[in-house]
C-alpha cells in the first residue's frame, strides 16, 4: 500500500493534471483544498443502557457552486482523511456531468452491521441535528445522499429530522435526495450509480480504435466482466451490465470470490447468498479466495465497486483486466494507477464512471424544489401528438401498426424514463467530453477527467470575479 493517504492520492493525480493547464498557482491550491470541514463527537444510548461516543464529520471540498453535496458513508474506518477525498472527488465528478453542485461528503464511524435499526436511526437524527446547528445541511446549502452503508431509510431520517427544524419548510424536502420514492425521492435513484456505470462501459465499447488498442471486438455483448462488490453499485452495475449482453465471470463479495469462466447468473448468486449468507460455494463456481481475490482473474472488464484503494502497487501488475470502470471511489490507487497506465489499461475513473448517483440526485433535488413529477404536465399532450403522428404514418403507408408498436409509440415517458434517459445523455456527453479533452492532450482518461473538472471550476471561480 502506498504511503499516500487517500486525500494525498487524489491530489497527485489532480497534480499530474493541473500540470498541462496554466491556470495560476493560487486557483489551482483554491480548487485543491477543502474548503470546510466540521468533525464531531456525540453521545449514543445503545439499546442496553451504556453510552457509547460516536465520531462523525461532514466535509464541504467547494463552494464554487452551492447547494455542496456528497454522500454519507457509514463505517467502522471512516476517517477525517478520507471524508475530504470523497469530497474533493465529489467536485471533480459534478463538474465533469455538469451538475452545478460544488462537492461534500459525510462519515459515520460505525459499522453498521453492529446496530440495531433503532440505534442507527438515534444516530442518523443526532448527525442531521449536529450538521443543521451548525449550518452544514439544507436544500441551498449542502445536500446529503447515500453512500457506502446507507441508502434510502437512513436519507428518510435525516430529511424527517431536517424538517422539524428546517428554516424553510416549503423546500425542506431537497435537504437530502436518494429518499425512499414515498418520501419525495425519484424512480431511478436507487439505481442510478450501478446504470450509470453501465452506460459508462457501455460507451468505451463503442469506440472501434481504442476496443482494438485493447485487443477487444467493439461493444458489450459477449465480453467477460467480473465485479467486486455486490451493495447498491455493484449489484447494479452488474445486472444492467448482464442485461447488456457482458458475463459476468467473476464476483466478490467481503467473504470471498467466485469465478465461472463460462458465466454466473447474478440473481441466482444472490439468492445463494440470501439464503447461506455468502456467495462462496455457489453450484458449479470456482472459490478464487478472498474478496480482492476477483480483481486478478481473467476477463475484459473489471469492476471494482466495493472500496477505495483495492488496486495497488501489490497487485496492480496482476491485474488481466482490459478495460476497469471504476463503480467504487479510489479503487486504484496512484501506484496502481501508474502501473496500469503502463499496461495500457483503459480506465474510466470514478470521477466520471460513478457519476450517475449525483446525477440522479439533481434530478431528484431539482424535482423537489419544483413540487412536480417530471412529466405530469406534459404527458397527455406528448401522447395526443404521438397518436396524430402515428395515425398520419397509417394513412400515408395504409398499414395499419400492430397492437404492441401501437402503445409503444404512443405512451408518453413516465418520470423513470424521463430520469433515465436523462442519466444515459449525461454519460454518453461526458465520456465524449473526456476523450475528447484525452485526445487533445495525449493524456489518459482519468488525467483528461481531472482537466477537464479544473478548467470546469477555474471557470466558474472566474465568472465570480476571483480571478481576473
Ligand atoms: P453499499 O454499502 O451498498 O455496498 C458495498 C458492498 O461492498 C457491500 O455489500 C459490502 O459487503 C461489500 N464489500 C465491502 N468490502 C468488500 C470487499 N473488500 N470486497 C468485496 N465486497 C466488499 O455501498 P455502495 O453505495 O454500493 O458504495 C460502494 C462504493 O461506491 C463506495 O466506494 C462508494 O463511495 C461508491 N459510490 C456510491 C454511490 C451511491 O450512489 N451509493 C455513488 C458513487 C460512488
Not at 397509417?394 to 409509440?409: C, S, V
Request: glycine share 10%.
Amino acid at each position: 500500500m502506498s504511503q499516500l493517504s487517500f486525500f494525498e492520492q487524489v491530489n497527485r493525480m489532480f497534480d499530474r493534471a493541473a500540470s498541462y493547464l496554466d491556470h495560476p498557482k493560487g486557483l489551482i491550491e483554491q480548487i485543491r483544498m477543502v474548503n470546510s470541514v466540521y468533525r464531531m463527537e456525540f453521545p449514543l444510548r445503545r439499546d442496553d443502557g451504556s453510552v457509547e461516543t460516536i465520531e462523525a464529520y461532514r466535509a464541504e471540498h467547494s463552494h464554487h457552486k452551492l447547494p455542496t453535496k456528497g454522500g454519507i458513508r457509514y463505517a467502522d474506518y471512516v476517517n477525517e482523511d478520507e471524508v475530504m477525498a470523497l469530497a474533493a472527488l465529489m467536485t471533480y465528478k459534478c463538474a465533469i456531468v455538469d451538475v452545478p453542485f460544488g462537492g461534500a461528503k459525510g462519515g459515520i464511524k460505525v459499522n453498521s452491521r453492529d446496530y440495531s435499526t433503532a440505534e442507527l436511526e438515534r444516530i442518523t437524527r443526532r448527525y442531521t441535528f449536529e450538521l443543521a446547528k451548525k449550518n452544514f445541511i439544507g436544500p441551498g446549502i449542502d445536500v446529503p445522499a447515500p453512500d457506502y452503508g446507507s441508502g434510502p431509510r437512513e436519507m428518510a431520517w435525516i430529511m424527517d429530522t431536517y424538517n422539524q427544524i428546517a428554516p424553510d419548510p416549503l423546500n425542506a424536502i431537497a435537504c437530502v435526495t436518494g429518499k425512499p420514492v414515498g418520501q419525495g425521492g425519484v424512480r431511478g435513484r436507487k439505481e442510478a450509480t450501478g446504470r450509470g456505470v453501465y452506460f459508462a462501459v457501455r460507451e468505451a465499447c463503442t469506440f472501434e480504435d481504442d476496443m482494438a488498442k485493447l485487443g477487444l471486438t467493439p461493444g458489450l455483448p459477449g465480453k467477460t466482466v467480473a465485479v467486486q462488490g455486490l451493495g447498491n453499485v455493484g449489484y447494479h452495475a452488474a445486472k444492467f451490465i448482464e442485461e447488456g449482453g457482458g458475463k459476468l465471470v467473476g464476483l466478490s463479495e467481503i467473504e470471498g470470490s467466485i469465478y465461472n469462466a463460462d458465466g454466473l447468473d447474478l440473481e441466482s448468486v444472490m439468492a445463494f447468498r440470501k439464503e447461506t449468507g455468502s456467495i462462496v460455494g455457489y453450484p458449479g463456481s470456482t472459490h478464487l479466495g478472498d474478496a480482492r481475490a476477483v480483481l486478478e482473474c481473467a476477463c475484459d472488464v473489471l469492476v471494482p465497486a466495493a472500496l477505495e484503494g483495492q488496486i495497488t502497487r501489490e497487485n496492480a501488475a496482476r491485474i488481466q483486466a482490459k478495460l476497469i470502470a471504476e463503480g467504487a471511489n479510489g479503487p486504484v490507487d496512484a501506484d496502481g494507477d501508474d502501473i496500469l497506465r503502463e499496461k495500457g489499461v483503459l480506465i474510466l475513473p470514478d470521477i466520471y464512471a460513478n457519476a450517475g448517483g449525483v446525477t440522479v440526485s439533481y434530478f431528484e433535488w431539482l424535482r423537489n424544489l419544483q413540487h412536480v413529477r417530471f412529466g405530469r404536465m406534459s404527458k397527455r399532450s406528448e401522447q395526443a401528438t404521438q397518436e396524430r403522428i402515428v395515425q398520419a404514418v397509417e394513412r400515408a403507408t395504409g398499414t395499419p401498426f400492430d397492437a404492441d408498436t401501437r402503445r409503444e409509440l404512443i405512451h408518453g415517458a413516465d418520470e423513470v424514463d424521463l430520469v433515465n434517459s436523462g442519466l444515459e445523455d449525461t454519460m454518453i456527453a461526458a465520456y465524449h467530453e473526456i476523450r475528447d479533452v484525452a485526445k487533445q492532450y495525449n493524456v489518459d482518461l482519468r488525467t483528461a477527467a481531472f482537466i477537464d473538472a479544473i478548467n470546469k471550476v477555474a471557470v466558474a471561480y472566474g465568472q465570480m470575479g476571483i480571478w481576473p
